[in-house]
């Protein structure tokens, strides 16, 4: 039997002080006596061997390779064990984000500890997919295009015939509390609807009542608006019914983006079942023409982003200004979008980014462009200062 997580106390390595990386002629190896979690050593690019967490002498050990785990040397926990586990594992740094506050409709409320952040595995959208998701920034206190977020999410829960668990000013309601009780004034909140724990069937028919979970994640720094390389995928676009929706099926999506991370790019772009431009792995697309258009895909067969229709509407500006001789959305060949003066990126985890080059074809002068650094502006000056549709107060 492979070993899992537990071993017997003498099969480690004392435990370190410092962090030790043995350098070999080729490579850097990790060592049980470095005292730091084996995915920071991957996350450094060195190799690390199996380990577990030796809770008496907190710290990661390593297990030898001849380790022969029986039954009995798997521990049976309690849930204060689990519990003391929980915050152990949270100590040791494996979570490389600032998780400030999460509401579950299963506890029906909201923790500020981080270590009780957690779902039942038995819920649909862990064992099915069967959930839907969506996002909204926290900026300056300001909950940012909420009410937008909210229509698309419940939008995408009809669609995957997810019955509300609440209402949705109650829905509302409890987002805007999560984001008071975690005082985070930057960063961005995301939030599940669930077909709900229940069985591990298939059909949602068993759970008694879906679910609603919610996370504030706190991220003081803000995206800057740098020109970056994209690639065609080469992963499937999702069909039309499940693109337009917002469900936890991203495999798609994190495949692509993986693929383009891979071919040096920031992510990969889609084309549709007719070859057009579609969007990115979870990003909108936008151009500007050589006759100062600013062009987008249709939103039919893809995700209908907030960030992208508020950068439409904000883009009248630039109209009026006579730095853009018109907005349009329509089918965009790839022809079209690689001879194109400008290329973006638009979603609300990126704003605006100016693609630079998309596969081997430089885009415009190869530099970023300055309608997409507008746009930018644009959006950030619209999520500090903008009107009271976008922007919601959270009391603290
Ligand atoms: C597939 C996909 N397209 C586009 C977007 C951009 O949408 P938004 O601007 O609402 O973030 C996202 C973001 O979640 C996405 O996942």
């Given at each position: 039997m492979a070993a899992l997580s537990a071993s017997p106390p003498t099969a480690g390595v004392s435990p370190s002080p410092r962090p030790s990386l043995v350098a070999h002629k080729n490579s850097v190896t990790w060592s049980?006596?470095?005292?730091?979690p084996p995915w920071r050593a991957r996350a450094a690019g060195v190799t690390a061997p199996p380990i577990y967490w030796d809770i008496s002498k907190k710290n990661w050990m390593e297990t030898p390779a001849e380790t022969i785990v029986t039954e009995n040397d798997v521990p049976l926990l309690s849930f204060a064990e689990v519990a003391e586990r929980l915050d152990e594992y949270h100590a040791s740094g494996a979570?490389?984000?600032?998780?400030?506050a999460m509401y579950s409709s299963i506890f029906g409320g909201i923790t500020t500890d981080p270590s009780a952040m957690v779902i039942p595995i038995d819920d649909h959208m862990v064992h099915r997919g069967h959930g839907v998701f969506d996002t909204a920034a926290i900026m300056d206190g300001h909950l940012y295009e909420l009410e937008q977020h909210l229509d698309r999410i419940l939008k995408s829960a009809s669609m995957a015939k997810i019955a509300l668990p609440f209402d949705r000013s109650t829905i509302r309601s409890i987002l805007i509390q999560t984001v008071s009780a975690s005082k985070c004034t930057q960063g961005s909140l995301r939030y599940w609807l669930s077909a709900?724990?229940?069985?591990?069937?298939?059909?949602?028919?068993?759970?008694a009542n879906s679910a609603l979970y919610a996370i504030v994640i706190q991220s003081p720094s803000l995206p800057a608006p740098a020109g970056c390389k994209v690639i065609t995928s080469s992963i499937p676009i999702k069909s039309p019914q499940f693109a337009v929706m917002k469900s936890v099926n991203y495999m798609p999506n994190a495949l692509t983006k993986v693929e383009g991370e891979e071919n040096g790019g920031f992510t990969g772009i889609w084309l549709d079942d007719e070859g057009f431009v579609a969007e990115g792995s979870n990003m909108n697309v936008g151009f500007v023409t050589r006759s100062r258009e600013l062009l987008m895909p249709r939103f039919d067969k893809i995700l209908s982003g907030c960030t992208a229709k508020r950068v439409l509407a904000l883009a009248e500006q630039l109209v009026a200004d006579g730095m853009l001789s018109g907005i349009t959305s329509r089918n965009v060949s790839v022809q079209e979008g690689k001879a194109a003066d400008e290329m973006m990126l638009i979603g609300s985890g990126i704003l605006v980014k100016p693609v630079v080059q998309w596969d081997d074809q430089m885009i415009g002068s190869g530099k970023e462009g300055p309608i997409a650094q507008t746009l930018f502006n644009l959006i950030l000056e619209d999520m500090r200062s903008g009107p009271p549709s976008v922007r919601i107060p959270v009391s603290y």
């Open positions: 049980a006596a470095a005292g730091f979570r490389n984000q600032n998780y400030m709900g724990p229940g069985d591990f069937q298939l059909s949602s028919s068993g759970c």
